[in-house]
């Protein structure tokens, strides 16, 4: 069998104490045959305080799950499972019951999560704490359009940009911005 990701619920809180845990027992030869690598995902966000202060944090985006790489060889994956599944916090993987084979996460979909940690390079992708409305005036802090003032004309909150309407010689002018390249007036 090949290496693959598969998913473990935790109760939410005991992520890092179940990654510890599996660390520990990665030590034993044998199990380290079967778990090859363990990751709770995390994420950078930028968060807006009520004093306009911004200030990133790194927070947990999959919060009561963990991901596991294994191998799940013919005749050596149940007692390593066994062992997880006994895991203080660790309630059993994704998609089965009782002693089954645990069902791997398609190769995109781990890509995309992978991305999203920081795990595998791509675009550096912020998210910012959603703090704005339409029609608020904002003024644009970064890029091209730095200093100018308009007002919020449309949010597309899963991309992070929105659209402001700013004033370019005498017109109003839609321009799409980074919400993290706003900021309130």
Same mark, same amino acid.
């Given at each position: 069998?090949?290496?693959?990701?598969?998913?473990?619920?935790?109760?939410?809180?005991?992520?890092?104490?179940?990654?510890?845990?599996?660390?520990?027992?990665?030590? %034993?030869?044998?199990?380290?045959?079967?778990?090859? %690598?363990?990751?709770? $995902?995390?994420?950078?966000?930028?968060?807006?305080?009520? @004093?306009?202060?911004?200030?990133?944090?790194?927070?947990?985006?999959?919060?009561?799950?963990?991901?596991?790489?294994? @191998?799940?060889?013919?005749?050596?994956?149940?007692?390593?499972?066994?062992?997880?599944?006994?895991?203080?916090?660790?309630?059993? *993987?994704?998609?089965? =019951?009782?002693?089954?084979?645990?069902? $791997?996460?398609?190769? @995109?979909?781990?890509?995309?999560?992978?991305?999203?940690?920081?795990?595998?390079?791509?675009? =550096?992708?912020?998210? !910012?704490?959603?703090? *704005?409305? !339409?029609?608020?005036?904002?003024?644009?802090?970064?890029?091209? *359009? %730095?200093? *100018?003032?308009?007002?919020? @004309?449309?949010?597309?909150?899963?991309?992070?940009?929105?659209?402001?309407?700013?004033?370019?010689?005498?017109?109003?002018?839609?321009?799409?911005?980074?919400?993290?390249? !706003?900021?309130?007036?």
């Amino acid at each position: 069998m090949a290496r693959e990701w598969y998913i473990l619920h935790t109760y939410s809180g005991y992520e890092n104490k179940v990654e510890k845990f599996i660390r520990s027992y990665m030590e %034993d030869p044998e199990f380290s045959k079967t778990v090859l %690598d363990i990751k709770v $995902p995390t994420e950078e966000v930028t968060i807006e305080g009520k @004093d306009g202060k911004k200030k990133n944090v790194v927070r947990k985006f999959l919060p009561g799950y963990v991901l596991l790489e294994m @191998d799940l060889e013919e005749g050596v994956w149940l007692d390593s499972l066994r062992k997880i599944k006994k895991i203080a916090g660790a309630s059993g *993987f994704v998609g089965t =019951k009782g002693n089954e084979k645990p069902h $791997p996460i398609p190769a @995109d979909e781990i890509k995309t999560i992978l991305q999203r940690a920081g795990e595998l390079k791509t675009n =550096k992708h912020v998210m !910012v704490k959603q703090t *704005f409305e !339409v029609g608020e005036t904002v003024k644009i802090v970064e890029g091209p *359009f %730095d200093t *100018f003032v308009g007002k919020i @004309d449309e949010l597309n909150l899963e991309k992070g940009k929105a659209k402001v309407m700013v004033g370019i010689l005498g017109r109003f002018t839609p321009v799409e911005v980074e919400l993290s390249q !706003v900021e309130k007036i």
